[in-house]
């Protein structure tokens, strides 16, 4: 589809401003949320919700009560923050825009977060809980804040853009599978990592070495784990991680030579590098809690620099629905309109097909 290039107007922007906040708030409360599983105060206002210990305000908290209460403020501010967003979207964006249906994506995103966090502690899969049930929904928790931040930054660029957009990723898609097996390798092995990190702060890995222990994070008292699940299951993040990397940085080394990508592809394969660096730090430091919440961080701005990098590549390509790889004869990107052997055009199009090729 022609896309028409029209710089946003100041109500555009102003919305833009706020989503940019609101995406920079959400990454606030999710590491804020691994706070809560790391201090073992997901407890902290029994099983009750959205009361806190029965309470609207509890009196006389202990500490796991004031972190858990304040992790519910801060989350239900996250949720009203996502309810403006489609309200303001609605009045400032014409029918059928981009940022419309990302503003209410975001939204609906924010609620299954809710219902995730209210499901865990209706059902007390917190604090020394060490159940299969527990890992199950923390893994699915994960996943469903990478769909949201990946929302709350794709409403943040359609609101940027001023006109009203139809890329259609499906088309894209085929265009280039590898960056499909990264994302959704992303999903994976940041799933994967949460287990790891339950894992971590059931089982914590004893300093001097000798076999896992638990309780610790719940503050009871410490009991051998070596057969349990969450503790073999250790080894897993590592080594798909370790592979998800390589893909991350080859695939950033074939993005960087399509000019327009190439910024959120060197981010892309500089982040793959530090977490990889985060993530053998934490083995070798036994998973201290900054690091946890230093590589959880990285671990979402990875996905966003990857949505970014795949968001830009897809609509480069949905300008392009001429190209070679598609094999339709119109072609309308300057890209390639001017393929000067070697220049940035010539080597966009060499990328583009490189990537369907690796992956065909
Ligand atoms: C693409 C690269 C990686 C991604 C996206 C990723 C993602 C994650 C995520 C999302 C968590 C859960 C964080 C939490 O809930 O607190 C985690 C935990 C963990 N990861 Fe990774 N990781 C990556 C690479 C690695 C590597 C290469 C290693 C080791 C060599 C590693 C070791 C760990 C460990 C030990 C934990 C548990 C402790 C913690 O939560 O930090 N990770 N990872």
Known sequence: MKVSPVSPSAAERWFQRFAACVLGYLLLVIVFGAWVRITGSGAGCGAHWPSCQGELVPRSPSEATLIEYSHRLSSGLSGLAALVLPLWAFRVFPAGHAARRWSLRTLLLVAVEGAIGAALVKNRLVADDASLARAIVVALHLVNTLLLTAS????????????????????GAARAPLLLIVLIGLGLVAATGAVTALGDTLFPVPLSGGSAVAGSAGGGALR?????FLVQLRVLHPV???GLVVAALGLAKLLASVPSVRPWALLLGGLALLQLVLGGVNVLLRAPGWLQLAHLL?????????????????RSGSAISGSPISGSPISRSPISR??????????????????SRSNA
């Open 152 to 171: 709350a930054t794709l409403t943040v660029v359609a609101a940027g853009r001023g006109e009203n957009p139809h890329t259609s990723s499906s088309e």
């Open 224 to 228: 051998p784990a070596a057969d349990h």
């Open 240 to 242: 798909l991680a370790c």
């Open 298 to 314: 990285v671990a979402q701005l990875l996905w966003i620099s990857a949505v970014l990098a795949a968001q830009s590549f897809w």
């Open 338 to 355: 001017s393929p000067v052997p070697g220049g940035p055009a010539a080597r966009g199009e060499a990328a583009r097909r490189s990537i």
